[in-house]
Structures are given as C-alpha cells and as structure tokens.
C-alpha cells in the first residue's frame, strides 16, 4: 500500500469517527434537551406545591391570630368575674350562702332553680351558673 492510499484510509477513518461522534453528541444534546423540559416540568410542579402550601400557611397563621385575638377578649371578659362574684357574696348575708348556690350548680341545678330557691336575681344566677358548671371531662 502506498502512503497516499493509508492516508486516504486514515482520513476515511478519521471521517467515519467524526460522523459517529456527531452522532453521539447530538443524541446526548437531543437527550439533554429532554431532561431539560422535563426537570422545567418538575419545576413548575414544584414552586406551584410551594405556593398552595404558602396560602394554607397564610391561612393558618391568620386563624391563628384570629383565635389569639379572641382569647384575649375572653380574658379580658373573665378576668373581674372572681372578683364580682366575691362582691356579690358580701353584699347580701342575710340571702342564701353563694357557696351553697354554686354547690346546686355543681348537682346540676338550673338558673330558674337558682332563683327559686336561693333568692337570687337572674342576673346572679346566671354568674353563679356559669362560674361553677361543671365541664365536660372534669371530675364534679
């Protein structure tokens, strides 16, 4: 064989191995491109959980300072209620005991039982109701 001629087959080779690594690199650009979209595709999934995740956070967070707010109003609500409650039991010995009234409410007394036998206006019966009723899951 002559020079010419291996160097003919040389570059018929060299030819047939670029043709190849054309090949290969635009199937691995092709692919690339593929897991491009589809990681584009996850992407969207994702920062759309995120952003569905964050309203129900937002949400949350606004039920909870709502309940916050309130407990605060109920706080403020309940908080002179011993003390009325000892005003009350000062102001009419000669009535019957409010400790004994709070002890009807414990047997399950009513307000209208309360103000029959107590002696005791509505209105105070309807404290002595509520500050000594027994709640669910206590011991009475």
Known sequence: MSEFAMLAAALAFLALVCV???IVCNGLHRNQQRLLVEQA???ALRD????ELGKRLDAYLT???RM???LHELRRVVAPLPDKVSQI???DPSSLSFTQAARL???GASVDDLTQSCGLSKAEAELISRLH???AGQPQ
């Open 41 to 43: 595709k996850r992407d």
């Open 105 to 107: 409410v414990g047997m």
């Open 63 to 65: 039920g909870s300072i």
């Open 133 to 135: 009723k027994p709640r």
């Open 20 to 22: 190849a690594l054309g």
């Open 89 to 91: 039991e000062q102001r």
């Open 48 to 51: 759309a959980r995120i952003k």
């Open 68 to 70: 916050g707010e309130e």
